[in-house]
């Protein structure tokens, strides 16, 4: 087994985001997942992800971006309980969740607190948060906490459920995180920019128009129609001969 130190990023009960270092590193492509990046503060039995965990993550990393080549991984901690995780190990990108915490996506529910929290972990990764070092950890907080405010805004939130995840950090912070209310205040700002983006885009796209002037094709005369297919702008291009109904085509 490979020995590195490594630091992990952790959202726990109750409630700091925590730097752990990690004692043991498996190579990559490690098909097992006994002493999977161990840490000897937060150990934890690790165990095969749900499909549902996958599919979530999945549905955030396309919501907020960035490319899923996450390793995921479902874990039972042996101590104290963080409800995620995100780490790199063996030069792969990892999230980590708590199996016996954890509430997930189904037809009729959101658990949009531990979705925040999720979404809080991925930023990290987006923010590529594990490379940099020379950013002051409160900062990389912030910066992971407005994009959970505003990919969950995308996924759908209200601003309650957006910032609800807030109501389980600290209140006071520490010396490497900032106090609940800075952190509800970014995450507030995340889903009230991704509100007006929202809001941006159905405005570019109010009605089905016609968009530049005629050009010919193939013998026909042809121009670009701009349809709106929900609240996006759909181009598509439509040709016709003289005197004859304008068809779309393809």
Known sequence: MEKNNKKIWAI??????????????KEQGASDTTDYCQSKDMPFEAVEASPAALQTINRIAVTMGIKNDFKVIGGKFLKRTPIAAAFICGNVRHVIYDVEKYNWFDENVTDWQTLGVLTHELGHHAGNHMMVDNKPQKLQEL???????????RLGATLKEAYSFTNILSEKGSKSHPPRADRRAIAIKGWKDA???QSWERKQCVRDDWSGESFPLYGDMC???????????????????EGETWVIQG
């Open 12 to 25: 726990r009960l109750p409630l700091l985001l925590a730097f752990i270092t990690l004692q043991g590193c």
């Open 195 to 197: 509100q007006e983006q």
């Open 223 to 241: 121009r670009v129609v701009n349809f709106c297919s929900g609240g996006k702008i759909a181009p598509r291009v439509a040709c016709h001969k």
């Open 143 to 153: 910066e992971a906490d407005y994009l959970a405010g505003f990919t969950t805004a």
